[in-house]
């Protein structure tokens, strides 16, 4: 559970605390994301007092998970920055989504649904091993990163719709050429 204390900081209006916290990742946080995470999670805490009963929690850090390349299939290591801000009010109660602040009861403040929020939402939808990977072969399955092969590319039968309008049109723009210079129709 990553947890921060709050005791002091809650006392008087202006006050902050600084955390670096070390802590293995919280179950949620491995749920969101479909890579296993590297232990441990190293979260840096800013808690500060904005008055009012209102804490301000930002945090931020980097995750680290080992990662299946989506082009060429390859294992790797991903370290992703996160961060978040979250603001918190001393009321007894559940959280509710309705509320634009999450509620905490005494002197400390259980942060494992924010950090796996975070860390969810760093992870790109498509997780590549480097910038330039190639990739496989789709004919031979080849990883064009480590070697080459002889394999025709695929057709891509996709624009050949576009391709067949796009004659249609040309051969209806050289009839009306044809036909504004004089020459009848065939």
């Not at 390859?74 to 989504?97: K, S, V, Y």
């Not at 005494?106 to 494992?112: E, H, N, R, S």
């Not at 480590?146 to 057709?155: I, N």
């Not at 391709?163 to 050289?174: G, I, T, Y």
Request: glycine share 6%.
């Amino acid at each position: 559970m990553v947890e921060v204390r709050v005791s002091d900081v809650k006392k008087w209006a202006g006050r902050e605390a600084a955390v670096q916290m070390v802590e293995p990742w919280p179950e949620d946080a491995q749920a969101r994301v479909d890579y296993p995470l590297i232990n441990p999670a190293q979260v840096r805490v800013l808690v500060r007092n904005a008055g009012g009963g209102t804490l301000v929690v930002d945090i931020s850090g980097q995750v680290k998970a080992k990662a299946v390349c989506d082009r060429c299939a390859e294992p790797f290591q991903i370290a992703l920055p996160f961060e978040a801000t979250e603001e918190f009010r001393e009321e007894p109660g559940p959280n509710d989504e309705n509320l634009d602040y999450s509620r905490f009861t005494g002197d400390a403040i259980d942060l494992d649904e924010i950090v796996s929020d975070a860390v969810g939402v760093s992870f790109p939808i498509a997780l590549v091993c480097r910038p330039d990977c190639k990739g496989l072969c789709p004919v031979c399955g080849i990883n064009w990163n480590e070697s080459t092969c002889q394999c025709a590319p695929p057709a891509d039968n996709r624009w050949a719709p576009l391709d067949k309008l796009v004659a249609h049109h040309l051969r209806q723009h050289e009839e009306l050429e044809r036909d504004k210079n004089g020459r009848t129709k065939a």
